[in-house]
């Protein structure tokens, strides 16, 4: 299907056009757009928007940024009047780059209750941005309204995906020093586990071995596209668009550090650093979020054989695996390798295509199941 129908499919089947908008109207097209949420950010979104100022010039005249100014219905009044703060500082700000302001705050504009959190928030952004920008080759970035940006920022990405031919990525971070000592070297502790725990899955044979983090991610517009767009998601958004991209193209890493997140300490969902920095501060010990090596070689050892089984019976696959771990063999059967593993074989025409088809079905959420599983069983 050409990308014209992909994109019509999507604007009239999945992307979000109502009762948001973005106030600001442009003639013209974009090459970039930065998304990004804010819900009641305003002593940070600016700090974020003043370090966008810092990049290149000539790269920021064809980006748009779109502020997704957001809260659920009937909110604590703090966060909407810190939201309305917000849009009024926003419609007096002068930046060189075009901005675009959606109000997902104010009464018939707040998110939905069933979906009201940062992944319907990203969406709706760059769903109202899809018609501003120029073609599928635009690229939309993710960040926060609490993340500082490089200044090299805009035109590493960019040269990179121009160089690379590449479809998605995600660019590597650094989280702002903290007030707090013990909490910087905390926050210190879980960038290690978050990058070696990715370097590790990588180097397992998966194709999942990244960091999911929301205020890292970059994808051209013709792979948003394909995915079906950003989820609908309250928690762990990132985690599952990401997911979808490595499926479809890959995702990249970017090893720069040119995302600089919050050390805030701020437990909004039950994921993510501040949510970790809050479990620190209850006695949550980082280490013990880390994954076994015995879970990681037996991670490697199962995507070795089952990548490498595109014609063999699947009764003698699970009877290798039983040899080397029975507890192995019952959880692939209850993820349901039984049940796709003929699928799988009958629709890959190549060895290279049972792969693809492979790690799709063996995807980063069963990655982490078996890890999991594998970390702390007897």
């Known amino acids: 299907m050409s990308f014209v129908k992909n994109i019509n499919k999507y604007m009239k089947t999945r992307c979000i056009t109502k009762p948001w908008k973005i106030h600001q109207k ?14 009641a950010e305003n002593n940070f979104l600016f700090k974020t928007l003043d370090s966008i100022e810092k990049n290149n010039p000539k790269i920021l005249k064809e980006t748009i940024i779109i502020i997704v100014v957001n809260n659920s219905k009937k909110p604590k009044f703090n966060i909407r009047n810190n939201n309305y703060k917000t849009l009024k500082l926003l419609h007096q700000a002068n930046y060189s780059y075009p901005i675009g302001i959606i109000d997902a705050t104010s009464n018939g504009y707040e998110l939905p209750s069933k979906y009201a959190g940062v992944g319907l928030a990203r969406k709706i952004g760059i769903d109202l941005a899809i018609p501003l920008l120029k073609n599928e080759h635009s690229l939309i970035f993710s960040t926060d309204a609490d993340t500082i940006l490089n200044k090299d920022y805009l035109q590493t990405i960019v040269d990179h995906f121009n160089k690379n031919n590449i479809e998605s990525a995600v660019v590597g971070f650094k989280h702002q020093k903290a007030e707090n000592k013990y ?7 879980y960038e290690k586990f978050l990058i070696k725990t990715a370097n590790k899955i990588k180097s397992a044979g998966s194709p999942y071995g990244y960091v999911a983090m929301g205020s890292t991610m970059v994808c051209n517009l013709k792979s948003y596209i ?18 979808e991209l490595a499926k479809y193209r890959g995702v990249q890493n970017i090893n720069n550090i040119l995302v600089y997140p919050s050390s805030r300490s701020v437990s909004r969902v039950h994921l993510g650093t ?8 209850k006695g949550i010990n980082i280490n013990n979020l880390y994954f076994s090596d015995d879970a990681f070689k037996l991670l490697r050892f199962w995507i070795e054989k089952g990548t490498n089984s595109w014609q063999k019976d699947i009764l003698e696959l699970m009877s290798l695996i039983e040899k080397k771990n029975k507890d192995l063999n019952t959880f692939l059967i209850n993820e349901g390798i039984n049940n796709i593993w003929l699928g799988l074989q009958a629709s890959s025409p190549t060895k290279e295509h049972f792969i693809k088809q492979f790690h799709r079905w063996f995807d980063g959420l069963k990655t982490i199941r078996l890890l999991k599983l594998f970390s702390y069983i007897d």
């Open 274 to 281: 501040g949510f970790r920095m809050e479990q620190v501060k």
């Open 226 to 243: 394909a995915v079906g767009g950003m989820p609908k998601r309250k928690a762990a958004e990132d985690f599952y668009f990401l997911q």
């Open 26 to 39: 442009y003639k013209n097209q974009f090459n970039y757009t930065i998304v990004i949420p804010s819900l």
């Open 183 to 189: 909490l910087d070297k905390e926050i210190l502790n």
